[in-house]
């Protein structure tokens, strides 16, 4: 075994560059000190991120990855992984772990695992996934926690920050020298899952005790000495909600604990630049705030997604589908505000890692893993699935890969067929990148976030549940974060929905009275908007804000001065509720039925558990409607159209004009 160390100052630093992300990195240094709100204006006249189409494995296997090679995927996840996965199991089963110890590192497994897979596909291109975590002999040498469960304890350490920096530079220096020729993009991999979240829920630790007495004294306050009690921090005065000055210090420690994640990212992040210089694109999984419902948002970190969103050291982001809505029948969605990220010019990747029939015959550690309640049941129920989650993928503009998650997960020729034809339909069809057509806008708020009791009974109603609505409504809408507001064009969107916007401030009005409620738009306002206004607690503000009295207790509108007002006391708008706003709003309503529908200005995917006659209603007169999954021509010069669907697919169609 050949265990090397290669320092900060070794290795290759040249740092040679595309032509595409040698100008986007000058731009964004450029730009870096006029803030996240002007760089992301700025972005509008960047380079479109890269869309990949491709394929990860925890369970490595030469078979399986010559399958996806003979279907045209050529975009591989390699994952040198340190550490145990969430079940037990480890996260690669095929070799050992690089980072031996202090300063060791096993660069011929390094190099062995890309050798193997480029074996196998020799078109293979990479995109390397770069394991943070702290290995078990780590935990013991230094003392320090373990990061994959308890981030949020070592987070703030000097010592686990200086001897992973050693370790990131030295394996992105070996990458960069040997194999930077089939590396197409980096992944920094931490925490829970290796998806950045904290299982820690704040509790004591000696470093983060240090880290938040900090954080206090660095903004104005006084010294907290320790850290609150879980009696403080879970504290609400209100119903469930916290004052601004009775439950100051909850609120502060949960918004440090927040971007003590948050800071830790754009530390590895800006290490990790120091060695790739923007030659290929940099990303990680974060911001999960639609998904992150009630006992988990609050707790795990993943709110301070606007700062890391608008990092220029951050060039991609990554998350599953949705795991509550999953099933066959099911619209999926995103974890994310994927149009605040976009909006950001930067780029996004859904795995598809969704519980196949082939993948319940998978045991880790004597246990089924876990999902299959949620999984597709058969083989029609599964390419069913896999062609709304490519739709999904394609329509929205994303990229994605084939998540064969501890090996089976894809089995069978027909499922390897439609693979490979929806290879050949993202080579025609994710080029250029559609606008979005959505005329609704969802905008959900991060800061409110921290005033609202973590454990609320109606907590998931308002982020988590709202999408299966959204998505059954027919038609499209876009997720923004409110924090986008200064930079965003809402010119086309006729409908503004703010399910959760909780805190509002005197800056915050203004945007709202410039940027939504104005040029006859209907802005929808959810339980208690406006309800912390300017540092107090104050039912009274959410008349102010929407011009209807909060006690009010069923959806009610109001007109407005030169807006439409609509307040709905309960969370979790229904579909036909949005619908029927959407309608009176003047949004186009592309199909009445209840399912999930996803459209830009080319294509509308439309899937569904019942099958029968459907009809669908252009928002402009086409020349043909081909169906692409069928390569049926359904209709030709028309502005609706209606097509027969079986139980369960998806239908995919394309609009020529």
Not at 386 to 402: N, Q, V
Not at 419 to 434: K, S, V
């Amino acid at each position: 075994m050949n265990r090397t160390i290669v320092r900060q100052d070794g290795g290759d630093r040249a740092g040679r560059w595309t032509p595409r992300f040698e100008s986007v990195r000058r731009l964004r240094r450029s730009l870096a000190w006029t803030g996240p709100l002007l760089l992301a204006a700025a972005w509008c006249g960047a380079a479109e991120p890269e869309r990949w189409f491709g394929f990860n494995t925890y369970a490595p296997n030469a078979e399986t990855l010559r399958k996806f090679a003979e279907a045209g995927v050529n975009t591989v996840v390699c994952f040198p992984a340190n550490v145990l996965s969430s079940t037990g199991a480890p996260y690669n089963s095929a070799y050992p772990p690089i980072w031996l110890g202090p300063g060791q590192y096993d660069f011929e497994c390094l190099d062995k695992q890309i050798a193997d897979k480029l074996a196998v596909n020799p078109k293979a291109k990479f995109i390397f996934f770069i394991d943070l975590n702290t290995p078990a002999w780590w935990c013991r040498v230094r003392g320090v926690g373990d990061s994959f469960s308890q981030l949020g304890r070592v987070a703030a350490s000097d010592m686990w920050r200086r001897d992973t920096r050693e370790y990131l530079h030295a394996v992105l220096q070996h990458l960069e020298s040997r194999h930077r020729e089939v590396i197409i993009a980096y992944f920094l991999a931490c925490g829970m899952t290796i998806e950045w979240q904290d299982f820690q829920r704040g509790e004591e630790g000696a470093v983060r005790r240090a880290a938040w007495r900090q954080w206090m004294i660095g903004r104005g306050h006084p010294d907290p000495v320790d850290i609150p009690p879980a009696s403080v921090r879970d504290h609400v005065s209100h119903g469930p909600f916290r004052d601004p000055a009775a439950d100051a210090l909850a609120v502060h420690y949960w918004k440090f604990s927040h971007e003590l994640i948050g800071s830790t990212i754009l530390y590895y992040a800006a290490a990790a630049q120091e060695v790739i210089k923007h030659r290929a694109p940099l990303g990680l999984c974060y911001g999960y705030i639609l998904e992150h419902g009630r006992n988990r948002l609050l707790y795990e970190g993943h709110l301070d997604f606007d700062r890391v969103y608008a990092s220029p050291d951050l060039d991609w982001f990554i998350s599953p589908g949705s795991y509550h809505d999953r099933q066959v029948g099911g619209a999926s969605g995103f974890m994310v505000p994927i149009s605040s990220i976009q909006h950001h010019r930067k780029g996004f990747l859904m795995s598809m890692d969704h519980r196949t029939p082939s993948a319940r015959s998978v045991s880790l550690l004597g246990r089924a893993v876990p999902g299959h309640e949620s999984g597709f049941r058969n083989e029609a129920d599964c390419i069913a699935g896999l062609r709304r989650e490519f739709s999904l993928r394609l329509i929205s503009g994303i990229s994605t890969y084939w998540f064969d998650l501890f090996g089976h997960w894809f089995e069978g020729q027909a499922i390897f067929d439609s693979i490979a034809q929806m290879r050949t339909l993202w080579d025609r069809l994710a080029q250029p990148r559609e606008e979005s057509a959505a005329q609704v806008a969802v905008l959900v708020d991060a800061e409110s976030m921290y005033y609202l009791d973590g454990r609320a009974d109606f907590y998931n109603d308002l982020l988590f549940k709202q999408r299966y609505g959204l998505y059954r409504m027919g038609a499209p809408f876009d997720v923004f974060s409110f924090a986008d507001l200064p930079t965003l064009d809402l010119s086309r969107y006729k409908l503004v929905l703010l399910p959760n916007l909780f805190v509002v401030d005197a800056q915050r009005r203004e945007l709202l009275r410039k940027q939504v409620c104005t040029e006859g738009r209907t802005v929808v306002w959810v339980y208690a908007p406006g309800i912390i206004a300017d540092g107090k607690y104050d039912p009274s503000q959410v008349e102010a804000l929407t011009g209807i009295p909060w006690e009010t207790p069923e959806l009610t509108s109001r007109p407005r001065d030169g807006w439409r007002s609509v307040f709905s006391p309960q969370p979790n708008l229904s579909a036909a509720v949005l619908r029927r706003l959407a309608r009176e709003a003047g949004v186009h309503i592309y199909s009445e039925a209840e399912e999930p529908l996803y459209a830009n200005r080319r294509l509308i995917a439309l899937h569904t558990i019942a099958g029968g006659p459907r009809t669908v209603v252009l928002p402009r007169r086409c020349r043909r409607v081909t169906e692409v999954f069928s390569e049926r021509v359904v209709a030709e010069n028309t502005d609706r159209f209606e097509d027969h669907l079986t139980a369960p697919c998806t239908v995919l169609y394309q609009l020529e004009e």
